[in-house]
């Protein structure tokens, strides 16, 4: 069960029973439960991010490989 889940039946058990502190520590755990899933979204966004730079450098490369030593100039002996 997640952290916000959590927090927001502690949170309404809380206000159902009238217990305060329970109440706020439902919400303090509401609270931590989005700050994880914020963590978790910038470490998947920095890991696509790395995935994505990762493949450009890879199309650069095939990319040169593909061009030989000689850049993009063609075979001008195949004619003869």
Known sequence: MDEKLKG???????????????KAEGQAQQR??????????????????????QAERERARQEAKDKGLLGNVGDTLKDL
């Open 8 to 22: 927001k039946m502690k949170e309404t058990a809380g206000a159902l029973i009238g217990d305060e502190e329970l």
């Open 32 to 53: 931590k439960g989005e700050a994880l899933e914020e963590a978790e979204k910038r470490a998947k966004r920095r890991k696509m991010e790395e995935e994505a730079q």
